[in-house]
Each structure stands twice: as structure tokens, then as C-alpha cells.
């Protein structure tokens, strides 16, 4: 059935944000990936640098956040639809700036030792990213897509309890094995700051899902 020219002209209006969600999307995956390239470099002037393409990521993120921004100001949409656009841009940005916060703290407290739990952890925000970029292509399509991003959606949450579970299984070896106060809080620190970042993917899940069910 041909859609009356108002709804045509309202969904083409809807279509601009999407391309935009997916670039968001593939910038944080770029900022995840160096914070697995930055977490597993042991030399500490690479892994700086490793610190400022990030750094550059959170920037560029900032930027397409902001177009994002800008266009619902510009653009006609329903009041539904703004307020979903805007939360979802910001939790991804979110998203984002705890990547790049987990890596601040990783340069701030330069650790003696990486174990490799945290490594664990960010490969599961990489995975994170991943995810999210995945469902950000089948948005668009949400209603026809919908089974398809809710089984996505289910494996961040899975991600989530992993990672506290690794959390807690760190920290109860941080606190039985090391002696030195100022480098338990720098680990203390650092891991939070990478639990922090994996949680807000699961942020981004449920306002995806919140769309899905306004949508249905």
C-alpha cells in the first residue's frame, strides 16, 4: 500500500538520522579497538599514542553527536521521535567517553602490570561496539529487523554479567595479592573505569529497546 505523500515525506525525513547513528556507531568501534591495542602495549611512549588517536575518536564522536543534535533542531519530526534521536546519540556518546576515560585512567596510573582480566574486559567492549554497529545498520529496517536487534541487544546484557563477573574475580585478587595501597587504588581505578564503559553499552541497548516497543 502507497504511503499518503504527508507519511512519505515524514518517514524521508526520519531516514537522514539513521546514516549518522551508524557512522556514531563505527567511530566508537574505532575508539574501542585502539583501547585493545593501547590496553596490550607495554611500551609506555606507544601506548600515549595509542591515547591520542582516542582521544582524536572522542573528538570526531563529538562532532557527529553534534550533527545529530543540529539536525533534530532543523528537521520536522514528531516529538517521539526527537526524544528517542536525542537519547540514543547521547548514550552513545556516553558510550564513547568512558572508552576514553578507561584509557585516561590507563595512562594516568600507569599500572606495573596489565592482568589479563582487564584485557578480557576490553575485548568484550570491543565486542560491544561491534554489536551496537551491528544493530545500527538494521534500524532503519526496525520492524522487519526487530527479533534480529533484540537477540543483539540480549548479548550485551550477557556481555554485562561476564564482565562483573571478572570485576569481581580482579578485585578479590587484587585485595588478597597486593601490598602496595597506591597501586591497589590505580587497579581499583582502572578496572572500574572499564566497567563503567561496558555498562553504557547496555545503556544504549535499552533505549534501542524502548524504540522497538514505541514502534510496535
Do not use: W
Amino acid at each position: 500500500m502507497k504511503l499518503p505523500r504527508f507519511f512519505q515525506l515524514f518517514v524521508n525525513k526520519r531516514r537522514k538520522f539513521y546514516p549518522l547513528f551508524i557512522s556514531q556507531a563505527d567511530n566508537t568501534l574505532v575508539g574501542a579497538q585502539t583501547l585493545l591495542k593501547m590496553i596490550a602495549e607495554l611500551d609506555l611512549v606507544k601506548r600515549k599514542s595509542y591515547f591520542k588517536e582516542i582521544k582524536q575518536t572522542e573528538t570526531n564522536g563529538d562532532k557527529i553527536t553534534l550533527q545529530i543534535y543540529n539536525e533534530l533542531r532543523t528537521t520536522f519530526v514528531s516529538p517521539f521521535d526527537r526524544e528517542n534521536f536525542n537519547t540514543l546519540a547521547s548514550r552513545m556518546d556516553t558510550f564513547l567517553d568512558f572508552i576514553h576515560d578507561s584509557a585516561r585512567r590507563i595512562i594516568l596510573y600507569n599500572p606495573k602490570e596489565i592482568d589479563q582480566r582487564l584485557v578480557d574486559i576490553v575485548h568484550f567492549i570491543v565486542e560491544n561496539a561491534q554489536v551496537l554497529c551491528d544493530i545500527m545498520t538494521e534500524l532503519e529496517q526496525m520492524h522487519v529487523k526487530s527479533k534480529s536487534i533484540t537477540q543483539k541487544c540480549t548479548r550485551i546484557k550477557e556481555i554485562e554479567r561476564t564482565v562483573d563477573d571478572l570485576y569481581e574475580e580482579y578485585m578479590f585478587r587484587v585485595f588478597e595479592q597486593e601490598k602496595d595501597a597506591i597501586e591497589l587504588v590505580k587497579l581499583k581505578n582502572i578496572i572500574q573505569g572499564l566497567e563503567d564503559a561496558a555498562d553504557r553499552a547496555k545503556d544504549v541497548c535499552d533505549t534501542i529497546k524502548n524504540i522497538l516497543n514505541k514502534s510496535a
